[in-house]
């Protein structure tokens, strides 16, 4: 790989394996995430792609039985993000992450930016609506929610919950954004929205984006990496994965030969 | 085979439609027993004892005369009694339910709790009177008093109210947690912004349910000697022998509702079937309210939540 013309290196993933209970779901992971871009996680159902973009949050740690192997590194401070003396909570206050399905709280709208910026022991009132107006802003969500910040989530429609989970995750400013398939459950125009807000998005933050969707990937992502049954195929930028495939299972699976 | 003509096919549909109106019967005439028996229940025991439907079967203590026995003591007891029983079960019921939905390792430990906790919602309220009399109201020293009846009812509901709230804390999504969780929560945090609200609605019904079944409660509380015959309420906050305090009440002894009927209906002078008349009448109105209650408020909470 050429490494000369690559940005900073924001995490990488160093021989990452994971375990559901005896079942190993990820197998030898090698992958730069670099800083400031967008990388897309492509390929077919029950490939890992979701069970790898959890593991930057530490989210399986939630579930008994679930292990860790090798190491998820992240940059500047050179952490290992998977190590058992680094508290999973410490990781998700750097690393935000967005739902497959827009999952706002049954709060206010407020609330629910505020929601991270609370966790963090911040109760000013000013400081928390300058940071609620900004994130809101940051998911372009403001002008359609400034007026009803007091109204509850559930009444925004599907497209604006998502950017409103967006707006909760840019709150507390992480430093990488994990986006789970953010678009599966949104009709093509709030699609559109939610990809053109990840274009905006990484002039900010480093993000890492699992999707179905190969047009998405093509046209959200610097970066793609293609993966099957569990195995990391191919990473490359995403014009080159597209364009040429060096490995067959990633051409067929991006003309749809498979998958 | 051939293919059904249309006076077939109607046919076969007028036979199935045949069983599902018989069915649908069958149903309503089981449906109309059960309410009908409680309905004859209820309006017997109101007609029986109109005649003293009076404040003043409200407002006078226990007589030996029927006609101006009332049931002060008796609801005020039944009252005192639940709210010593809320107090002590729902903190550690929630807390329980919590501990075991949100904090426990799923392991044989748990799993042997799991199963306890649904074979003592089993156990006969008789044995938790026993329990009660030797730790209670002997071993503590807590003697014949409130604070032992309602320590009792609560052991007697934390059943109801630790699996009531078990499975409200299921009914949450796991994506509202990992949502809390992402944004780089605690588990405390989670519980305390969402877990615990969300949950609130199923909490209370179950609450309300464990109280309504402990109200009606009568062979715990006997067994621990309530007395069937008070003419005397426990004392308001400072306002009994100094140094009065504010909670001498818990130690005072008292009779419940349903004792109160139990010793009517024990008497041998007929008149008194009137008074357990009237006495079961509100004994039902105070029950029915309860779930009124935890109807009224389940509809209220849930309006907001929405996934």
């Excluded at chain 2, 007589?63 to 008796?74: D, F, K, N, V």
């Excluded at chain 2, 009568?218 to 022998?241: D, K, N, V, Y």
Aim: proline share 5%; hydrophobic share 50%.
């Amino acid at each position: 790989m050429q490494i000369h013309d690559n940005p900073a290196l924001k995490a990488e993933a160093r021989n990452l394996n994971f375990f559901y209970g005896e079942a190993k779901a990820l197998k030898n992971i090698n992958m730069p995430i670099y800083d400031k871009k967008v990388t897309a996680l492509i390929g077919p159902s029950g490939c890992g792609k979701s069970t790898y973009l959890r593991s930057f949050n530490r989210m399986h740690d939630l579930y008994p039985g679930n292990r860790y192997e090798g190491e998820i590194r992240f940059f500047p401070d050179n952490t290992n993000l998977l190590s058992s003396e680094v508290d999973p909570i410490e990781v998700r206050m750097r690393v935000g992450m967005v739902f497959q399905k827009p999952n706002p709280f049954p709060k206010s709208i407020y609330e629910n930016v505020a929601y991270g910026l609370r966790v963090r022991g911040e109760n000013n009132k000013r400081v928390l609506d300058d940071k609620v107006e900004h994130a809101l802003k940051g998911a372009a969500i403001w002008d359609e929610a400034k007026d009803r910040l007091s109204e509850l989530a559930s009444n925004l429609s599907g497209g604006q919950q998502q950017r409103l989970c967006i707006a909760r995750a840019l709150a507390t400013d992480p430093e990488l954004l994990l986006f789970d398939e953010p678009t599966s459950a949104l009709d093509p125009i709030a699609t559109a929205a939610i990809e053109e807000l990840v274009h905006e998005l990484k002039k900010r933050v480093t993000i890492l984006i699992v999707t179905h969707n190969m047009q998405q990937a093509a046209r959200v992502s610097d970066y793609t990496a293609y993966m099957y049954l569990g195995e990391m195929i191919e990473f490359g930028k995403t014009d080159e994965i597209f364009i040429k495939p060096k490995d067959k299972r990633t051409e067929d699976y991006i003309t749809g030969r498979m998958g | 085979m051939q293919p059904l003509t249309t006076e077939q096919i109607r046919a076969v549909i007028a036979r199935g439609k045949l069983r599902d109106t018989i069915f649908k019967a069958l149903g309503i005439f089981c449906l109309a027993i059960a309410l009908l028996v409680i309905v004859a229940l209820i309006a017997d025991m109101a007609i029986k004892g109109s005649e003293r439907f009076t404040l003043d079967f409200f407002l006078n203590f226990a007589s030996r005369r029927a006609a101006q026995a009332g049931i002060l003591s008796a609801w005020v007891g039944s009252l005192l009694v639940m709210l010593v029983t809320a107090l002590a079960a729902v903190p550690l019921g929630v807390a329980a339910g919590l501990y075991l939905e949100e904090y426990a390792k799923r392991n044989w430990l748990t799993h042997i709790i799991e199963v306890n906790i649904s074979n003592l919602a089993a156990v006969p309220s008789i044995v938790y009177g026993l329990l009660a009399l030797g730790i209670f109201v002997y071993q503590f020293g807590f003697g014949q008093s409130i604070l032992s009846a309602g320590l009792t009812l609560a052991l007697l509901i934390l059943p109801i109210i630790i699996v009531s709230t078990r499975e409200a804390i299921r009914a949450i999504p796991a994506m509202i947690r990992e949502g809390s969780m992402a944004v780089g929560a605690t588990r405390w945090q989670t519980c305390r912004y969402h877990i615990i609200p969300y949950a609130m609605p199923g909490i209370l019904t179950g609450v309300i349910i464990g109280l309504a079944r402990a109200i009606g409660e009568t062979a715990p509380i006997i067994t621990i000697g309530a007395l069937t015959f008070i003419a005397f309420l426990p004392p308001a906050p400072f306002t009994g022998e100094p140094p009065a305090g504010l909670f001498d009440w818990v130690f005072a002894p008292f009779t419940v509702m349903p004792i109160q009927i139990f010793n009517w209906t024990s008497r041998p002078d007929p008149a008194f079937e009137i008074n357990a008349a009237a006495a079961g009448f509100v004994l039902m109105v105070m029950v029915l309210s309860m779930n009124a209650v935890a109807i009224y408020l389940r509809y209220k909470m849930r309006k907001n939540i929405k996934w």
